[in-house]
């Protein structure tokens, strides 16, 4: 039966499985496995009947023995279920033991909020011992709980410390105080809502978050750089035997299920819990909306498309994707060598399923990504585990998919992303989809804000009236480019009518001879120079022709450098506007 399941117990090298079985027909009396009970389990492991070692091999024994049904199977605790009432009044150990075992919260929720109600239990019994009972508590008491979390230091409250030793004494986050104090307004509001006590505050109110808390909980989608990601890519893709972690007993997984689990992690963008929840079959493949099997040989791995059935998550229900063909490959390589599990119940459904990452009889933890798979990579790829963001986890791959998802080349709308990724709503789907900065930046530059505000114009530059002195006396040597004349003001850039010259005396048409006369000098410089425009000036040039003509309708009365208004001047009214030519970085051409 364990061979079959995966494990290497009762290999020829191997005598741990029969010196165990050995050791338990001896102590229960009986050579019949029949007679290995329950409750005979449970008493060789509260007493530590088996020599060393041999506890190690029970938990396996007796999995195999229930699965031939003569007991039940051994219950695998975690660190939440295995939390202890030590320094917890009685009291509130026993309503909130009589919670756990009521409310309907699923399997890992339901852990995290009873090890926070055992800690504000401790609490209770240090600093409030007359709040014992759920009863006694008031709104004096939830002011005094949510000052107490919001000063509350890593370490305080709790029994072991090994795992965080070098966090002791440090602040909260406040993630984690926003934790500490839902838990105990959803206690209160279950056990209220559910007449078990009588409704003496409002717990929604009385134990609500405060705003100087909630301020700092916000999506700070935490995406790994490029060349880092590349580099983890690098390193899943090319992933050997050599690479998998071992045990005592030699790979504590088979580098196929290590294969497939990391391009999972890589290439599916999905929470690790979710991936460690995949069913058997999960993978499908399509040729023109067609379903293929997946080691056809007649369609080119390019022309399939792999889909990847998600199960129930916890924004929404099971869906389909679509994923790199890559990582359907490598499910498909596992499943072909996947020893026969027997089916498991899915705590977030309560259906009995045959799990895809399955071994030993035993799903692959959710943890199993942060604590085995990324060092693995990070080893492989010679990259370090923390980054200027921050330890480098499972969930930072989703949003590093998301976001190079939404800054493609081709990239993928905010709506599909949504369905892609699996959510309910736009929202939460822009707390993964950063805007990388490369996107950013050419979105800045296509909106042309520096050109919309500036624009230059040529500017010719008499260098013999500068040269000779002739520009101290006050002839002209500055002469602006308007398209259809010149304009000699000195301060060009002031005149409210240089967008829609007025004709002015500064003004000198081309079809001049004095204006073909300065076109035939040979020392003249060619120069652009940038103005800055108004917002009506703005929206004469981008705007159109009413926008031009409303411009010169405001200037109709304005003095131009000469002196006269445009309409003692007579202008016209198609009054030609100032030809722009784009900004121009470098030097100016000479002419």
Known sequence: MLTGWGYQYGQDHDKSVPSVMSQLFLLNRSPHSSDLTTSFFDRVRHEDLLTDGGTRVLFAVQRA????????????????????????????????????????????????SRAALLKAGRWVADQQPEAADPAAWTRQTCAAWIAAVDRMKIGDYVLRTSSFQERLGQPLQAESKAGLIRAVRVFFRDIQDWEWLPRRFDPQRALALPRSINALIGPRPRVIADDVWAKLLWAGLNLEAHDVPRGKGGPTYPVELVRAVTLTWLFSGQRSNEIARLRLGCVRWQHD?????????????????????????????????????????????????????????????????????????????????????????????????????????????????????????????????????????????????????????????????????????EVLVDRDAVASGAAAAGEPWQHYDLGHGYCTYTFFEQCQHRMACARCDFYTPKDSTR???????????????????????????????????????????????????????????????????????GKAAQA
Request: proline share 8%; glycine share 8%; with cysteine.
């Open 65 to 112: 023995v229930a699965a031939l049904g003569h007991c039940e199977a051994p219950a695998l605790r975690s660190g939440a279920e295995r939390a202890g009432h030590a320094g917890v009044p009685p009291t509130w150990g026993e309503w909130v033991e009589r919670w756990t075992a009521t409310t309907t919260m699923t399997h890992r929720p339901r852990l995290h």
């Open 289 to 457: 909306g067609d379903p293929v099997a997946g080691n056809s040989t007649q369609i080119l791995a390019r022309d399939a498309v792999c889909l990847l059935d998600v199960p129930a998550h916890k924004t929404g229900t099971a869906f389909t994707k679509p994923v790199d063909p890559l990582l359907g490959q490598a499910i498909n390589v596992w499943q072909a060598l996947r020893p026969s599990q027997p089916k498991r119940t899915d705590k977030r459904t309560g259906e009995q399923i045959d799990f895809l990452f399955s071994y030993r009889a035993r799903t692959v933890s959710s943890g199993y990504i942060n604590s085995t798979i990324i060092p693995m990579l990070c080893r492989k790829a010679g990259v370090p585990a923390v980054d200027a963001r921050g330890s480098i986890t499972s969930h930072r791959a989703r949003s590093t998919i998301a976001s190079q998802l939404y800054n493609a080349k081709e990239p993928m709308t905010l709506f599909e992303l949504q369905a892609w990724l699996g959510h309910r709503s736009p929202e939460s789907t822009q707390h993964y989809a950063k805007i990388s900065p490369n996107t950013l930046t050419k979105a800045y530059e296509d909106a042309g804000y520096f050109a919309r505000n500036v624009r230059t114009i």
């Open 515 to 585: 204006a073909q006369l300065l076109e035939a000098k040979g020392n003249l410089q060619k120069m652009a120079i940038s103005i800055p425009l108004t917002e009506d000036e703005q929206a004469a040039l981008t705007d159109g022709q009413n926008a031009i003509d409303e411009l010169l309708g405001r200037l109709a009365d304005t003095p131009t450098p000469a002196g006269p208004t445009p309409r003692q001047i007579t202008a016209p009214g198609t009054a030609q506007l100032l030809p722009i030519v784009g900004v121009r970085q």
